[in-house]
């Protein structure tokens, strides 16, 4: 081959490198504009719900022990037993209370006694004092017409005064008497109270949850023998996420599904919005009670909690994968003569697969869902299915 074909051969083959090359840079490499999938802004009804996971617990929970220190004689119930209000549930070692009862019965009877001679010496010394009265105002009488002495006047006027006295002292033994017998019908009550508080009983109508005591056990005031719930007051604890639970109100309607049965939603409703968020998981704590609850529950089971918040009718509605922000910015990409194109919008009314747009698009305008690549003001794009269908 001559030199001049040759060279011409290789200038050729260059070109045509340099043309492949340039084609890969320009639809394949960083110059290659950015696969976008597209979708059009349409009008339609949106009915947003709010998620959350949660626990199973209970609104009211009781536990039930001694108001005094004692030894447990025994426990009647156990856990899941269903009791009524006032059922016997355990009992406490009485140890010396026959002895304090009789040790009380003795001393109400005695000051009753007491009380009873008292009251009599009353009666007795309101009688020597009417008469010691009378004979006093009879003496002087007679005294004033000149048939008795003075001397003998005076005497039954002083003997008045101490039978006087005397009633007077009664009088005051008689309430100390009758003070004794508050003392010590107290005293009789109080053992009553704690022949009382030896038995443990429920306080509502309830299922026990744990029985954390048993017989021979000393336990101490306070100390929880028996737990028990009310069946028909139980919610669901769940955790919805901040950004998503502005919309949630008392009264809203919501289901449950329990762990253990994956494929039942239960009804509910949302009862409590708990004032207090979790500020580490950016969580709000709403209480969802069971409407109406079921027959049998776990407390501590995990719940997932749907509540339906108001929906809009016939609004303007764009994926929700296609609303992105770009610094301070929310908004949408578009593709306006091949290239990407922020533009602002204001959004609504949410749903876990679409949007509402308040302002900044109308109805068939065509908006970038998903891109191949980050995506930057004024960069080149071109349509093309990015997602299965």
């Known amino acids: 081959m001559k030199p001049r074909t040759?060279?011409?051969?290789?200038?050729?083959?260059?070109?045509?490198?340099?043309?492949?090359?340039?084609?890969?840079?320009?639809?394949?490499?960083p110059l290659a504009p950015v696969g976008v999938e597209i979708a059009t802004a349409t009008r339609a009804d949106l009915s947003p719900d709010v998620y959350g996971i949660g626990t199973v617990d209970a609104q009211h929970a009781y536990a039930v022990g001694p108001i005094q220190a004692g030894r447990l004689l025994r426990v009647v119930v156990d856990q899941g037993d269903r009791v009524k209000a006032g059922q016997l549930l355990a009992e406490i070692d009485p140890v010396d209370l026959r002895q304090r009862a009789e040790a009380a019965a003795s001393a109400v009877a005695r000051t009753r006694q007491a009380a009873q001679a008292a009251h009599a010496q009353v009666d007795e010394?309101?009688?020597?004092?009417r008469l010691a009265q009378a004979n006093s105002?009879?003496?002087?009488?007679?005294?004033r017409q000149n048939f008795v002495a003075r001397e003998m006047a005076d005497s039954r006027n002083h003997e008045a005064a101490a039978a006087d006295a005397a009633l007077a002292a009664a009088r005051a033994n008689a309430a100390g008497a009758r003070r004794e017998i508050g003392r010590a019908e107290a005293?009789?009550?109080?053992?009553?109270?704690?022949?009382?508080?030896?038995r443990l009983v429920s306080p509502v109508e309830g299922v026990v949850t744990a029985r954390e005591a048993e017989a021979g056990t000393t336990v101490v005031a306070g100390q929880a023998v028996v737990r028990l719930v009310d069946p028909a007051q139980l919610w669901v604890r769940a955790r919805v996420d901040q950004a998503r639970a502005e919309g949630v109100q008392v009264g809203q309607m919501a289901s449950i599904v329990l762990r253990s049965s994956p494929g039942t939603a239960l009804p509910g409703k949302v009862v409590r919005i708990e004032q207090q968020s979790d500020a580490v998981t950016e969580e709000r704590i709403?209480?969802?009670?069971?409407?109406?609850?079921?027959s049998q529950?776990?407390?501590?089971?995990?719940a997932e909690v749907t509540i339906r918040l108001p929906g809009a009718r016939d609004v303007l509605t764009v994926p929700r994968a296609a609303l992105t922000s770009l610094g301070n910015q929310t908004g949408v990409w578009q593709a306006v003569d091949g290239r990407a194109r922020f533009k602002p919008v204001q959004s609504g009314v949410q749903t876990a697969e679409?949007?509402?747009?308040?302002?900044?698009?109308q109805a068939g305008d065509r908006l970038i869902?998903?891109?191949?690549?980050?995506?930057?003001?004024?960069?080149?794009?071109?349509?093309?299915?990015?997602?299965p269908r």
């Open 137 to 143: 105002a009879r003496y002087q009488a007679l005294y």
């Open 354 to 361: 679409r949007v509402q747009i308040v302002a900044g698009l």
């Open 187 to 198: 005293d009789l009550q109080g053992v009553d109270q704690l022949r009382n508080s030896l």
């Open 297 to 302: 529950l776990y407390l501590g089971e995990l």
């Open 369 to 387: 869902v998903y891109s191949a690549k980050q995506l930057d003001d004024g960069v080149r794009v071109h349509e093309q299915r990015l997602t």
């Open 125 to 129: 010394a309101a009688s020597r004092a």
């Open 6 to 29: 040759r060279n011409l051969f290789l200038i050729l083959g260059a070109l045509a490198f340099f043309s492949a090359f340039v084609w890969l840079l320009a639809t394949r490499g």
């Open 286 to 294: 709403i209480d969802v009670a069971f409407d109406p609850p079921p």
